[in-house]
């Protein structure tokens, strides 16, 4: 007679949870089953802005319709492509489903506190990095955002917004000051949402591709785009006087059509961008001008601070990299160690 072989408690649950995934796959293909039958053939769509697990898709006619997403979909930003389907009975609400996202280009990534890595914006082609004279021009704000400008291959341009604060004498100092990313092929402008000084300029960098906003809140992203487009309700806020500081104007990442021609990504400001993501050594790339000395230096794993031998110090002896750069990935070398939170 043969022994009956009693199973473990282990391997009964490992039974159980295999029914249950079973079921749940049942379910899911008879959930889809019924929605096949509710939705409209698959066609092409571009996300406009995202609410959570809706989003807004704008079809191939133009037409933009809040839709839910797929569980199966675990990303989704402002600028990606996406396979979505109309409901066949439309409620005025949610009339559509996501149900897949197209391969990306490129996209914008902003380290969070509490969930690590975040998309911005996704299949973007030109990163606008909008920084403002008030209440003080920060250097080192831009090289942050040049270093994930090459971190993700977007060509970068930067703006200096609240020109018209400054006299004649005190711009060209500014142009001067700014003239060393000139030489590193980063174009700049200084520009006036209120005098319209340079704004023509800005709008034919836009006009082709999709591009975006980027910056510290308070800097006048929101003033650039009513400028932009006449009649936009873009709300905007003052900087706060007594702190200095820009309060939140945008929420949520959205597209905007200009009617001359390209799209326009406004983002959400954010007061500091940080890098703790990255290592030292894509750091260390994102400074272009740093590319051609590394793996000069005497030795192989040099910090390029107080390294002997260091061809990047030795660069900026001799004046091919400028100390103000050097000083400020210095900087951001010392942040980013005491930035990174401790649960990462």
């Known amino acids: 007679m043969t022994k009956k ?6 391997q009964k649950q490992r039974i159980a949870d295999n029914a249950d995934k079973r079921l749940r796959q049942h379910k899911n293909k008879m959930v889809e089953s019924v929605d096949d039958a509710a939705f409209s053939a698959p066609e092409t769509g571009l996300i406009i802005s995202r609410f959570g697990q809706h989003a807004d898709v704008e079809a191939s006619d133009g037409q ?10 675990s990303s989704l930003v402002t600028g990606d492509f996406v396979i979505w389907r109309r409901a066949l009975q439309p409620t005025g609400s949610i009339d559509g489903v996501i149900d897949a996202v197209e391969p990306r280009a490129s996209v914008l990534l902003r380290p969070d506190f509490y969930d690590g890595l975040k998309p911005v914006a996704a299949n973007i082609d030109l990163m606008i990095i909008v920084s403002a004279i008030l209440p003080a021009l920060s250097l080192n704000i831009i090289d942050r955002y040049l270093v994930a400008a090459e971190m993700t291959a977007i060509k970068p341009l930067l703006v200096i917004n609240k020109i018209d604060l400054l006299n004649t004498q005190e711009q060209q100092a500014l142009a ?14 200084m520009v006036s949402a209120q005098t319209q000084q340079d704004m023509a300029e800005l709008l034919s960098y836009i006009q082709s591709g999709t591009s975006i906003f980027v910056g510290q809140s308070g800097v006048g992203k929101s003033s650039l785009m009513n400028s932009l487009m006449p009649g936009l309700a873009v709300q905007t806020q003052d900087v706060s006087a007594n702190s200095g500081l820009g309060q939140h104007t945008t929420t949520v990442s959205r597209l905007y059509h200009l009617a001359e021609g390209g799209n326009l990504i406004d983002s959400p400001g954010i007061r500091e961008f940080a890098l703790w993501h990255l290592s030292e050594e894509e750091v260390t790339r994102g400074f272009s001008e740093f590319i051609p000395w590394l793996g000069r230096c005497k030795f192989r794993d040099c910090k390029h601070i107080t390294d002997p031998g260091c061809a990047i110090q030795h660069a900026v002896e001799i004046g091919e990299i400028s100390t103000e750069r050097y000083d400020s990935y210095l900087k951001i070398l010392a ?3 005491q930035d990174k939170p401790n649960h990462f």
């Open 5 to 10: 072989k009693h199973l473990t408690q282990r």
């Open 176 to 189: 001067e000051k700014l003239a060393l990313y000139k030489n590193l092929g980063y174009n700049f402008l």
């Open 335 to 337: 942040s980013m160690a």
């Open 64 to 73: 933009i319709v809040r839709c839910n997403m797929r569980r199966s979909v």
